[in-house]
């Protein structure tokens, strides 16, 4: 089989077609947001907002018979509750942020659990949510979710100064008399309906590779944040598709396949950048002229 | 949606005349079950230029952060050009610079922009004016030939001109400087002062906070030393006095020298050169 045939073989399938579609829009979307979650040292909370949501998706699960769009109301609702109830925990009990996380993190994820379990064959289903489902992508996911990615990168484009303002400098944010408590909370909410946007291709344990793999990955190789941005979107997607292909052939998990592209991306770029540091540190240094 | 924009942006405040530029009374603020400043009045009118030295955790930088606005007092109140802090646009603090996150991906001329998106307003790119105003601001601090640069790449007399550069192109009239010499070598220092100069001459309103007695009074009209409450605030030669300076150093004040010359302390900071 020749390389061209391996390549345009699984493109014979619909469920591929829509699955490397899906994957695309989930790099590029992910990127958008987890920029600034590498930047503000937000893995944590994307963590433990990715596995919060379990709850509203078993709620739309129990309640919506399989509708897609419900899932996807509940599952956003329950991202926005426990991201705004974090900052609420963390303010009024004095904890430290990431204990406030820890603790709703846990709790939901349990109660998510707890839910699905009521449900006679749960565990098929159970694992889709939380591993990811990119296969079973149907048209009607395909345009929610490019729907509301594209609401998050527009977001994102439309505040780029300001997000860049308060991720840099919040103080002057402050002194600038910008409404910061109103862009921390959107950014916020931007997280979670990413995270909601990405739920089927690789789940909600896997979910936090795909907001900041391909963006850390990025960050070692640009210093401007627009080139940044740009290539964590494109490694985001390529890593989505390569990972696809790799499920076809080999067999394996595709959400697992995707986020082990991104890792292997990762520890290659990281490689190549350490190799090259070294050879350049070790070349005879010219003489500095007077 | 573009009415509800600009409620995310309120007017900036009007400057009243005949009014201090800042205005602090009876000042006092509890931070973490401690009284971080005490009963603290004083005015500044435009134009001053003034050190503002004390011992480490004497409240510089709070007192800067509450001047900005930044914090809100326990009690007291703070007018700047008759009004208070929250609503003006005109006042810029630098941070220290090691409380900066010197690997983020922006260059120079980023950083500069920065100062002017307030002006610019919600869901605008900067236009070619605000570029020319921001490459006018990195040439008053010396720094038009780095403009491109990754902020990391500066030496540390380099990063703390472009943060003034950015508090020029905010076209603040109220820069607060959070310990800006230190870490630096004397060159660096000078340089430094020689933008103070061109600030003075642009009638910029200027607070630098400090550990160095000694560059304190040789380069400032006026010196505030203060360690939790105001112990003196005025000429060098009225406030640095041994009464002064041991209420505010306490065990670390050695003096030297006989009588009452003006003289030398070890201070618990600092890499200031000297």
Redesign the interface.
């Known amino acids: 089989m020749g390389w061209v045939q391996l390549l345009l073989e699984p493109l014979g399938y619909a469920f591929m077609v829509r699955g490397l579609l899906a994957v695309m829009l989930v790099g590029v979307v992910c990127a958008a947001v987890g920029t600034y979650m590498v930047?503000r040292g937000m893995a944590f909370f994307g963590d433990a907002l990715a596995h919060a949501i379990l709850p509203g998706v078993a709620v739309g699960y129990l309640a919506g018979g399989g509708v897609q769009g419900s899932l996807f109301w509940w599952a956003l609702a329950a991202a926005v509750l426990t991201s705004i109830g974090i900052g609420a925990l963390s303010r009024a009990t004095r904890l430290k942020e990431d204990t406030a996380i820890g603790i709703v993190f846990a709790g939901m994820f349990a109660l998510g659990i707890a839910l699905i379990s009521t449900v006679r064959s749960y565990s098929v289903d159970l694992v889709h949510f939380l591993f990811g489902d990119v296969l079973g992508v149907s048209d009607s996911d395909l345009l929610w979710m490019g729907l509301f990615g594209g609401v998050i990168v527009l977001t994102v484009l439309?505040?780029y100064?300001?997000f860049?303002?308060l991720?840099?400098?919040s103080?002057?944010a402050?002194?600038?008399?910008?409404?910061t408590r109103?862009f921390e909370y959107l950014l916020l909410v931007l997280i979670a309906v990413a995270i909601v946007v990405s739920l089927k291709t690789v789940g909600v344990t896997l979910m936090v590779a795909m907001l900041i793999t391909p963006a850390a990955t990025a960050?070692l190789l640009?210093?401007?944040?627009p080139?940044?941005m740009v290539l964590a979107a494109g490694i985001g997607a390529a890593s989505g598709v390569i990972g696809l292909y790799l499920s076809f052939y080999v067999n394996v998990a595709s959400g697992s396949a995707i986020v082990l592209t991104c890792t292997a991306v990762f520890a290659l770029t990281w490689l190549g950048r350490t190799l090259q540091r070294a050879r350049r540190d070790r070349a005879p240094r010219p003489v500095a002229s007077a | 949606m573009t009415q509800y924009l600009h409620k995310?942006?309120?007017q900036?405040a009007v400057h009243q005349p005949q009014t201090p530029l800042v205005d602090i009374r009876d000042l006092s603020l509890r931070y973490d079950g401690r009284w971080a400043l005490d009963g603290i009045s004083f005015q500044i009118r435009g134009g001053e230029r003034i050190a503002v030295v004390g011992p480490n955790g004497a409240g510089k930088s709070t007192l800067f952060?509450v001047i900005?606005?930044?914090l809100t007092p326990t009690s007291g109140s703070v007018a700047i050009a008759g009004g208070g802090p929250?609503?003006?646009?005109c006042?810029?603090?630098v941070?220290q610079r090691a409380q900066?996150?010197w690997g983020?991906?922006?260059?120079v001329a980023?950083?500069v922009?920065?100062?002017r998106?307030?002006q610019?307003g919600?869901?605008r790119?900067p236009r070619p004016a605000d570029w020319e105003l921001a490459h006018q601001a990195l040439g008053v601090v010396g720094l038009a030939g780095l403009a491109q640069r990754?902020i990391?790449e500066l030496s540390g007399g380099q990063q703390q001109r472009m943060f003034i550069a950015?508090a020029l192109a905010?076209e603040a009239e109220l820069m607060l400087l959070d310990e800006p010499l230190t870490g630096l070598d004397t060159p660096s220092q000078e340089a430094i002062f020689d933008i103070l100069d061109e600030l003075k001459a642009r009638h910029v309103t200027v607070l630098v906070a400090m550990h160095d007695l000694r560059l304190a009074a040789e380069q400032f009209d006026q010196v505030m030393l203060l360690n939790r409450r105001l112990i003196g605030f005025g000429l060098p030669e009225q406030v640095f006095t041994p009464g002064h300076l041991a209420e505010a150093y306490g065990g670390h004040l050695h003096q030297f020298g006989p009588g009452d010359d003006l003289l030398a302390l070890s201070d618990t900071c600092c890499e200031e050169g000297s």
């Open positions: 930047l439309l505040f100064k300001e860049l303002v991720s840099f400098d103080t002057l402050t002194t600038l008399r910008l409404p109103f960050s640009s210093r401007r944040l080139v940044l | 995310l942006l309120p900036a952060k900005a606005g930044v929250s609503r003006h646009i006042i810029a603090y941070q900066v996150d983020f991906p922006v260059s980023d950083v922009m920065m100062g998106i307030r610019l919600l869901l790119w990754q990391g950015r905010q």
